[in-house]
C-alpha cells in the first residue's frame, strides 16, 4: 500500500489529501448534526411530558377538590339527618338538599349520578345526568330505588363508624 502510495503524483496526492480531509469534515459536521438533533427531540419529549405532567396534576388536584367537595356536602347532609332525624326527609331542608345536588351536579361534568340512601339501602334523592354533556336533573320520588341488594351497599353498611 505504501509502495502504491509512493508511485502517485503529486496531484493524485494532494487530491487525496484534500479528498479525505473533505470526508472527514462531512462525516464530522453530519455527527454534529446528528448530535444536536438528538438533544432536540429528548428537548421537545421533555417539554412535551412537562406540560402532560402540569396537564394531569391540574386535572388531579381539581378531581380531588371534586371529591372533598362531595365528602363536605355528604358529611353535611349526615350531620343534618342525625340532628334533625325524620324531619330532615321532608319540607325545605329536603328541597335545599336537592338543590345542592343538582347544583353540585352540574359543576362536576364527571358526575351522572349522586344519590343519598338511607340506612336501609333506600334512595332518599338522586340526581342525574343521563348523558354527558346533558342537564342534571332530579329524580321523581317515584323512580327512586331501594339499593340494599347491592354489594356497594352491603360493604359500606359493613364498614365501621367513623
Known amino acids: 500500500m505504501a509502495k502504491l502510495f509512493q508511485s502517485l503524483s503529486t496531484r493524485v496526492k494532494v487530491f487525496l489529501a484534500v479528498f479525505l480531509f473533505g470526508l472527514a469534515i462531512s462525516f464530522a459536521s453530519s455527527f454534529t448534526n446528528y448530535i444536536v438533533r438528538v438533544n432536540q ?3 421537545n419529549v421533555n417539554e412535551v411530558i412537562t406540560s402532560k ?3 394531569s ?3 388531579l388536584k381539581k378531581e380531588i377538590g371534586d371529591l372533598k367537595n362531595t365528602l363536605s356536602l355528604t358529611a353535611r347532609f349526615i350531620s343534618e339527618k342525625n340532628n334533625q332525624g325524620a324531619n330532615l326527609l321532608s319540607g ?3 328541597k335545599q338538599y336537592q338543590k345542592e345536588m343538582i347544583i353540585f351536579a352540574e359543576m362536576l361534568q364527571s358526575i351522572t349520578q349522586f344519590r343519598y340512601i338511607d340506612e336501609n339501602g333506600q ?3 338522586r340526581v342525574e345526568r ?3 354533556g ?7 320520588e ?3 330505588q331501594n339499593k340494599a341488594h347491592l354489594y356497594y351497599f352491603k360493604e359500606t353498611m359493613a364498614l365501621d363508624e367513623g
Request: proline share 4%; glycine share 4%; charged share 30%.
Open 142 to 144: 317515584d323512580r327512586l
Open 134 to 140: 346533558d342537564t342534571v336533573e332530579l329524580v321523581s
Open 57 to 59: 396534576e391540574g386535572m
Open 92 to 94: 325545605e331542608v329536603m
Open 41 to 43: 427531540a429528548q428537548a
Open 130 to 132: 343521563p348523558n354527558k
Open 123 to 125: 334512595e332518599i334523592i
Open 53 to 55: 405532567l402540569a396537564q
